[in-house]
């Protein structure tokens, strides 16, 4: 009997911990604490080191969040009043929030059915005379199709953000992103793959914008230049010597705990060959490093009886796995249609004011409402019976398909 019926669940012990912490990161923070360095020292300047040579990136800086570090990153490549930011429909708010921050309008277009990333033909078809800059989000760790983003995007001047913030350690074509794009922004929140509770980051290979970014993240002052001279507006987005130091010791583990999820991933897809109805999505050779902040898969409720996705999730929750049905699709969110109810904005892409109840995203519709299927990243971190249990939970759910419907 299903445990949402009153059985036994199928897994009674919890998976792998998150965050997890050693001697190592305690020794780390207790040395800043008592050297006194509690802000921008000599941590901050190795962990902007480290980082961005991890992420194969020339520049590298450390920041509040991964939000803040899009804020910047916008900031960094001029963002003006009104002009349009290309961003997908399907990513957490702070892809699309952070232009609104900055004043900017956001574009929203669909994903690919097979990857839930950017659509690039759908950036494309968006581009008008407003167009600052695209935002492609790496979604759930899965480089999304840098060649054809930026294919459509050098060519009219249009500036590329990498939104990185779940893709520590990801590889499109053998290379790390975060600097193949123009910037790109990490975020060290508690849930991602590398973590020290808040933080962010800023890679580049480009110079001038590092320093533009940094000036930015620093009260507007410039490198080489006095405490209190400011040649630019910028805010404090810094990240703290705290934040640094332990940044610095979990990095110790990011290649292993990478290596880790990618074969708890791998087996994960082949138990999923013999689960009809649950797919994970499709393979891309291009991707040579999936950071696997999520594992994403795909429902189809006509091999499960009809049982809808929600009451599937719930049927898994109650067997002891922490499934997610993940993102509703961000053009829906009140908030974006009141602001600009506010702002004096004209937009090309609407012919008019933004009206985002005019958007219409199908395949990010059908992901949010019944495709979806979310595992967190500290699933694939522990032994390889973790991942059967995953498994054989879903088939006694499918088993069980029947009594769901009751
Ligand atoms: C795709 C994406 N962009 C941006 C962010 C924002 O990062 P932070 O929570 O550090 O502000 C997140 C974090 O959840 C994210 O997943």
Same mark, same amino acid.
């Not at 509690?38 to 939000?67: C, D, H, N, P, V």
């Not at 004043?103 to 990857?115: K, L």
């Not at 009206?355 to 395949?363: A, D, E, I, L, T």
């Given at each position: ?82 002009? &349009?930011?290309?961003?997908? *429909? ?88 975060? *600097? ?74 990011? &290649? ?58 719930? *049927?898994?929750?109650? &067997? ?87």
């Amino acid at each position: 009997m299903l445990s949402i019926h009153g059985g036994t669940p199928l897994r009674q012990k919890p998976f792998h911990p998150w965050p997890v912490h050693g001697p190592e990161d305690e020794q780390a923070l207790m040395q800043v604490l008592h050297s006194g360095q509690w802000f921008m020292g000599e941590r901050i300047k190795e962990f902007e080191t480290e980082f961005a040579a991890f992420q194969q990136a020339s520049y590298g800086i450390g920041l509040s969040s991964g939000t803040t570090a899009l804020q910047v990153a916008l900031e960094t490549v001029g963002l003006q009043p009104g002009d &349009e930011v290309i961003v997908p *429909a399907y990513t957490f708010v702070a892809t699309a929030s952070s232009v609104v921050s900055c004043g900017g309008i956001p574009i929203f277009v669909d994903v690919e059915p097979g990857t839930y990333n950017m659509d690039p033909v759908a950036a494309a078809g968006a581009i008008t005379s407003q167009t600052r800059a695209i935002i492609a989000v790496h979604i759930g760790g899965r480089p999304a199709d840098l060649d054809a983003i930026l294919d459509i995007a050098r060519p009219r001047g249009i500036r590329v953000i990498e939104d990185a913030c779940q893709a520590h350690a990801a590889a499109w074509k053998g290379q790390r992103v975060g *600097a193949i794009g123009d910037l790109g922004t990490f975020s060290f929140q508690a849930s991602k793959n590398l973590c020290a509770g808040e933080g962010g980051f800023i890679t580049t290979n480009d110079r001038e914008l590092h320093e533009r970014a940094w000036s930015i993240h620093n009260c507007g002052r410039s490198p080489q230049g006095a405490w209190y001279e400011h040649p630019l507006i910028g805010s404090n987005y810094r990240i703290s010597e705290f934040h640094a130091a332990l940044l610095l010791s979990q990095m110790r583990n990011l &290649e292993t705990q990478t290596a880790t999820r990618t074969q708890r991933a791998a087996q994960l897809t082949e138990r999923l060959h013999d689960i009809d109805g649950v797919d994970p999505l499709e393979p891309d050779p291009r991707v040579t490093t999936h950071a696997n902040h999520l594992f994403i898969m795909r429902y189809r409720a006509d091999a499960f009886g009809g049982v809808p996705r929600d009451r599937f999730l719930e *049927a898994l929750r109650a &067997e002891g796995i922490p499934v997610a049905a993940g993102y509703r699709p961000l053009y829906r969110e009140q908030a974006f249609d009141a602001t600009f109810a506010q702002r004096p904005f004209h937009s090309a892409y609407f012919g008019g004011k933004p009206q985002y109840g005019q958007v219409s995203c199908p395949v990010t519709e059908r992901a949010a409402a019944a495709e979806a299927v979310w595992l967190p990243q500290p699933v694939l971190l522990g032994p390889e019976e973790d991942i059967e249990d995953v498994a054989a939970a879903m088939r006694k759910v499918q088993e069980h398909a029947g009594s769901l419907r009751e």
